[in-house]
């Protein structure tokens, strides 16, 4: 994804070069990789629900379960922690995806 980012910042340098004057081109390729950076570290901290800025508890997960159990027909895919049921072995982990 960064790579995508860095790419796609170059490709708008360049077009936008020859348009518009000096000031405008900087500012719009400033404010373009701002908002590349900005929207690459929310993915991330979303890819980690218990940990970063916008983290949430396992209690909140709970409430969730709670809320929607009476409407759940059959056993959830899950035990009472939230591991899923029926696969032996199976580890949390906060780890990113490679």
Known sequence: M?????VLL???????QAAVETRIHVTLVVAAA??????????SDLDQPYAGAMRRDPTQTEFI?????????????CDRTGRPAGVSGFRAT???LS
Request: no cysteine; glycine share 6%.
């Open 2 to 6: 960064l790579a995508t980012v860095v």
């Open 65 to 77: 379960l709670n809320q929607i159990a009476p409407q759940v027909r059959g056993p959830l895919p």
């Open 34 to 43: 701002i908002l590349f950076a900005a929207t690459l570290l929310l993915i």
């Open 10 to 16: 170059a490709v708008l340098g360049a077009a936008t």
């Open 94 to 96: 906060t780890a990113p």
